[in-house]
């Protein structure tokens, strides 16, 4: 009788380990690491595409075409972004796509960024990219709220994936671009493994 008694008190306490041990939660993993590089990843990815870096040349010239090459008749970025003289982006460049072949594309204030603000995407690593994008001094003065605003309804931005006949469009559907920059921005506009997050527009910050 006693040694059954034991017996039965050995399974039941062997019955309750292994409850406890299936019942025990997985390790926790790094919060948001995973995603916040998956959503950088498409971010340059598509900052990088030549819908985008087109206009956002290291040089004051724009570029043109598949191979970002530069763009002919000597067209020049001008202090405010919108050309030269005659040769002012304009003058080709309408509001919507002229219909045809790798004819002038168009959208609502079809220009590049300032002089004195050049938002160069142009040879930028991820990193720098990243680091430029979050510092409102390099950004044109945007807060997160607003850069996302940008990418997610600005016409000019939204030409990117429908740039006319002759042009592939940017690689990433457009929800899903800005999905990605969301995340990043709610990871505190940070390069994955950083902890620096954005600098506040006029903080002064170094």
């Known amino acids: 009788m006693r040694s059954t008694i034991l017996t039965l ?19 926790a993993k790094a919060s948001g690491s995973g995603n916040l590089t998956e959503a950088w990843s498409t971010v340059y990815k ?26 002919p008749q000597n067209v020049q970025r001008g202090p405010l972004g919108v050309g030269l003289f005659a040769m002012r982006c304009n003058t080709c460049h309408q509001t919507q796509n002229t219909e045809g072949p790798h004819l002038p594309p168009g959208a ?64 990433v559907p457009h929800a899903e671009f800005v999905r990605a920059f969301q995340t990043w921005i709610e990871s505190g506009c940070k390069y994955p493994g950083e902890s620096r997050t954005l600098t506040k527009p006029g903080s002064g910050a170094p």
């Open 9 to 27: 008190c050995v399974l039941a306490s062997t019955l309750l380990f292994a409850q406890c041990e299936s019942a025990a939660p997985a390790p």
């Open 46 to 71: 598509v900052l990088q595409s030549p819908r985008c870096m087109n206009c956002h040349p290291a040089g004051d010239t724009p570029l043109v075409g598949e191979a970002s090459q530069p763009h």
């Open 108 to 171: 609502p204030r079809w220009q590049l960024p300032t002089r004195g603000m050049p938002l160069v995407f142009q040879g930028k690593s991820s990193r720098e990219l990243c680091e430029q994008l979050s510092d409102p001094r390099r950004n044109g003065g945007k807060s997160p709220e607003e850069l996302l605003e940008h990418v997610a309804k600005d016409p000019l931005v939204l030409w990117g994936w429908a740039p006319g006949e002759g042009r592939a469009s940017v690689p």
